[in-house]
């Protein structure tokens, strides 16, 4: 049992941004009750709108959670962002938003020179980037491939150079 919750996102931007604020004002009091140690939000893929909550939030986000696509550009700004702030980028449907890419022969290839499928080798890119790619695998297999990778990353093994 616990007496508070390690993290608190919000699922996505609501329909005004000063409505976001107020449920962000929300969240803030959670923390300072001692209820919440981490505030973030999902789905804000609006560099413009991340940059602004996180201006005028008092408790700033400390995780960000998005698809991981094309379409979005692959949230490159918003991952410098984050880099550059300290704050957790998480990546969700990375794996099933790119399964294109995953199926080309340069990436199987490549997988294969690090003795990865192209599943994992795009979960080690996006470890070596210092994000979190949610896995959300069923499959006992996927899932042992997925620990082995994360324990090669915590023997310190460089599977890219960054």
Same mark, same amino acid.
């Given at each position: 049992?616990?007496? $508070? ?5 919000? =699922?996505? +931007? ?8 107020? *449920? ?6 959670? %923390?300072?009750?001692?209820? %919440? ?9 609006? $560099? ?12 700033? +986000?400390? *995780? ?11 949230? %490159? ?11 957790? $980028? ?27 499928? +192209? ?11 210092? =994000? ?14 997925? %620990? ?15």
């Amino acid at each position: 049992q616990t007496d $508070y919750l390690d993290s608190l996102l919000l =699922h996505s +931007p609501m329909s005004s941004f000063d409505d976001t604020m107020t *449920v962000w004002r929300t969240f803030e009091s959670f %923390v300072d009750d001692g209820k %919440v140690r981490r505030l973030g939000i999902s789905n804000c893929d609006d $560099y413009k709108m991340f940059t602004k909550l996180y201006d005028q939030a008092r408790i700033k +986000p400390s *995780v960000l959670q998005n698809r991981f696509y094309e379409a979005s550009g692959f949230d %490159v700004g918003l991952r410098q962002f984050c880099k550059k702030n300290g704050i957790t $980028y998480q990546s969700f449907w990375t794996l099933t938003a790119n399964m294109k890419a995953l199926a080309t022969p340069e990436i199987k290839m490549l997988a294969k020179e690090k003795k990865l499928s +192209p599943q994992t080798l795009m979960y080690a890119f996006m470890l070596s980037q210092g =994000h979190t790619p949610l896995d959300g695998t069923t499959d006992s297999k996927h899932m042992a491939e997925d %620990v082995a990778l994360m324990q090669r990353f915590l023997d310190g093994e460089e599977l890219f150079n960054t």
